[in-house]
């Protein structure tokens, strides 16, 4: 009878116990045919459903995208930085009533973050503004924009130059401050291709005191340049699925936004630290062009577990946004994936940004952008961007590089011109 007694009471244990998650294996290929099979397995101990979004699931389940699992890699953040916070980090305080910071100079201002602090949110905005891995020095850019409706493909494709100089607050090229401390950085776009936009641009100052941009347009048809009104950093950039704000998913001066609020620490899939490919790769490669929705990437690059700070940032009554949720990654000191939402509240867009880590033209520990995609799930519209050449804090690279008559001089900074000036790319 008690044998008896003691196999009924195993068999009960046995029924009543959980099941535990299997680990998968790196390599596998997350897509819609076993999204459900693989949700309550775990990549590293995270369950593989908890570590989806709602975007990156309906990419998933309806838009066809395969993620490639790979392992968490750590990343290496510029020496330059890290001295540049070791130095400067203790100066820097935050002042609630304002929303400002004040004895910033270099580095992250806030390197130690705490999850029960009711500024958190606010300083992890200015450590973004500030500290951005993606954003050193200087760094020239040559992309490929391929703009992609999801029934009918390749839309148009463009290819621009993204060259961008910090003038202040800067970690590894001297001088610290470039002119009075007034300007935070200078960006100047420019079409390379196709014909019809090739040589139009323009160059925007961005101040380090809030106030709105100032900005410079070539207008080719007239061979002039015209200064622009600097309050368009919630325009849409003409034929893609972003707007101007969305560089880095939120480039603003961090008041802007009135409200941003700390929601959650947690693991998501990100293709970050791309460890399955190297150096550029043709956009045929990295995307499925021929296959719906035509904007997915290809299976080259791993999707990690990475744990971020999920921060909903409020946009402002006229903004184009109701708000976006701020996926920021402290290792990147930035977010470089997010989630858009109207002002019905109604999910909207996303960004994503696959990065790696390289090496920079000083020699230290550098992160560039392999491809973005944007999409729009309301109009099933997606824009896909590729680097086709890069150079990061590079001595040489001439501050004059950045002013509006260099707007008229577009082919000085073409892939093959900026090869020849400092050789081949990260």
């Excluded at 390599?27 to 045919?33: M, P, Q, S």
């Excluded at 995208?65 to 820097?92: C, F, H, I, N, W």
């Excluded at 291709?193 to 048809?221: C, E, F, H, M």
Aim: aromatic residues 12%; proline residues 5%; charged residues 25%.
């Amino acid at each position: 009878m008690r044998l008896i007694f003691r196999v009924l009471l195993t068999l009960a244990l046995l029924i009543a116990a959980p099941a535990f998650a299997a680990e998968v294996p790196a390599g596998t290929i997350l897509n819609a045919a076993n999204l459900e099979e693989l949700r309550n397995e775990t990549l590293e101990g995270h369950k593989i459903g908890d570590m989806l979004t709602q975007a990156t699931e309906t990419m998933i389940r309806d838009l066809s995208l395969e993620m490639r699992l790979g392992p968490y890699v750590t990343v290496k953040k510029p020496q330059s930085m890290l001295d540049k916070t070791a130095l400067y980090a203790d100066d820097v305080t935050y002042d609630p009533s304002t929303r400002l910071i004040s004895g910033y100079t270099s580095g992250i201002p806030f390197p130690e973050l705490d999850e029960k602090d009711p500024d958190v949110a606010m300083k992890i905005i200015w450590n973004s503004f500030y500290s951005s891995i993606l954003f050193v020095d200087s760094f020239q850019i040559t992309a490929g924009t391929y703009v992609i409706d999801a029934e009918d493909g390749l839309e148009r494709t463009n290819v621009i130059i993204n060259n961008q100089l910090r003038m202040n607050h800067r970690t590894s090229l001297p001088p610290e401050v470039i002119g009075d401390g007034s300007i935070k950085n200078k960006i100047m776009l420019i079409n390379i291709a196709p014909y019809d936009v090739a040589g139009t641009g323009a160059l925007i100052q961005r101040y380090d005191d809030g106030r709105n941009d100032d900005s410079w347009a070539y207008i080719k048809s007239v061979r002039r340049i015209r200064r622009l009104s600097g309050n368009t950093w919630q325009d849409p950039i003409p034929t893609t699925d972003i707007n101007n704000e969305d560089s880095g998913c939120l480039d603003i001066w961090p008041t802007w936004y009135p409200k941003y609020e700390f929601v959650e620490k947690r693991h998501v899939l990100l293709p970050t630290t791309n460890a399955a490919w190297t150096g550029q790769m043709p956009a045929e490669k990295l995307f499925k062009f021929d296959e719906y929705p035509h904007w997915n990437p290809d299976t080259h690059t791993d999707w990690q577990p990475r744990e971020v700070w999920v921060i909903n940032a409020v946009a402002p009554e006229g903004g184009t946004y109701g708000r976006k949720l701020l996926y920021y990654d402290p290792e990147l000191v930035g977010s470089y994936f997010c989630e858009m939402f109207d002002k019905k509240d109604e999910f909207w867009r996303t960004f994503i940004l696959a990065t790696r880590q390289t090496k920079m033209a000083d020699g230290d520990d550098g992160f560039i952008v392999g491809w973005q995609v944007a999409v729009d799930f309301q109009r099933l519209h997606g824009t896909a961007f590729t680097l086709d050449y890069a150079v990061q804090n590079d001595a040489r690279v001439p501050v004059s590089d950045w002013n509006e008559d260099m707007l008229k001089r577009n082919k000085e900074f073409s892939e093959a011109a900026l090869k020849r000036k400092y050789g081949e790319s990260m």
